[in-house]
């Protein structure tokens, strides 16, 4: 669905984007990466508001810039609030659904719609000025759907909501993929995402770390030794046990507050292993986790390198 070749754009002497390439296909796909990381850049370009400095971006098989057919397919969902305060939301939704070509009846009636979709019948006569920041997120979500695009990009569209926000506008979101729509949406806040979709996009200090599926981009982790965390009842003898197998490369014994630590390069083995381990020492078990099977960990390795 989006092909970038060679990517980058620059402001003056700051480099937002720095030569990416990659292929994001349909569904949903989550654009990771912390603030400042060009996330909110490549969506610019990806609606066709900047013009890349170098390389190109295509969209459904079509270049972006000065492309208004093409963006016609398009909604945008914007971090940043760009509304006409003195406008009641189904005003500004019916107005920005008229910019996308609907007729006045047209643009009414999708208004009309998708406001009741995300959740704002009840308030869309009420000036823009006296809306909170979700009934914001909410409207700017509406707006995008106005005209029915095919492709809808989401810049951190969950900022500011509720968590009974947040909860209905990640259905919302995973219900209109289900339906046929392309989605591309942006957080900084990994787990958000995660409940979204397992296909991702990880950008970092302006170039993709890692693009893929989450256990395709956790397998490039290999090389790192997986933290495990253990509490039981005799730490000590549980260490002793599990640092005599081969694919155990430390142990941390801990003191009386904390869990004792195991560092593995082959953590499937080493969860083959335990039980048996575990069942011979006589060890009562109290809590078994990984810190690094969740996307929080394949985005600390990939950036930063284990700590």
């Known amino acids: 669905m989006i092909v970038a070749r060679g990517l980058s754009k620059w402001y003056g002497q700051v480099m ?23 996330k909110t850049t490549f969506m610019r370009l990806l609606t066709g508001q900047l013009r890349p400095s170098q390389g190109s971006l295509t969209l459904l098989g079509e270049p972006i810039w000065n492309n208004p057919g ?39 009636a999708r208004a009309l719609a998708v406001l009741e979709q995300v959740g704002m019948s009840e308030h869309m006569h009420r000036e823009l000025r006296g809306y909170s920041r979700g009934m914001r997120q909410r409207t700017k979500l509406a707006q995008a759907l106005a005209h029915d695009p095919d492709v809808l ?10 968590p009974v926000g947040r909860r209905e506008l990640r259905m919302l979101i995973a219900s209109l993929a289900e339906a046929g729509k392309h989605v591309i949406i ?20 302006g170039r993709i ?3 893929g599926d989450v256990h395709e981009i956790r397998q490039l982790m290999d090389e790192h030794p997986h933290q495990i965390v253990i ?37 499937a083995e080493f969860f083959d292993a335990f039980p048996g381990v575990v069942l011979e020492t006589g060890v009562v078990v109290e809590e078994f986790y990984s810190e690094d099977d969740d996307l929080n960990a394949v985005f600390r390795y990939l950036v930063k390198g284990p700590a």
């Open 16 to 38: 937002a984007l720095n030569n990416v390439s990659f292929e994001i296909g349909e569904g949903v796909t989550g654009l990771l990466g912390p603030n400042g990381a060009g």
């Open 153 to 162: 990009v989401l810049d951190e569209p969950l900022t500011g909501t509720d």
């Open 186 to 205: 942006s957080s900084h806040v990994l787990h958000e995402v995660e409940a979204l979709t397992r296909t991702f996009t990880l950008i970092h200090r």
């Open 231 to 267: 509490r039981c009842d005799r730490p000590r003898d549980l260490a002793q046990a599990l640092i005599a197998l081969d694919h155990v490369s430390s142990t941390e014994i801990p003191t009386e507050t904390e869990a004792l630590r195991v560092e593995t390069r082959a953590p």
């Open 70 to 108: 093409l963006m016609r397919r398009v909604g945008f969902c914007p971090e940043e609030d760009a509304f006409y305060d003195d406008l009641s939301g189904l005003e500004f939704v019916t107005a920005l659904a008229r910019l996308s070509g609907l007729t006045r009846a047209e643009a009414t």
């Open 209 to 211: 770390v890692a693009s």
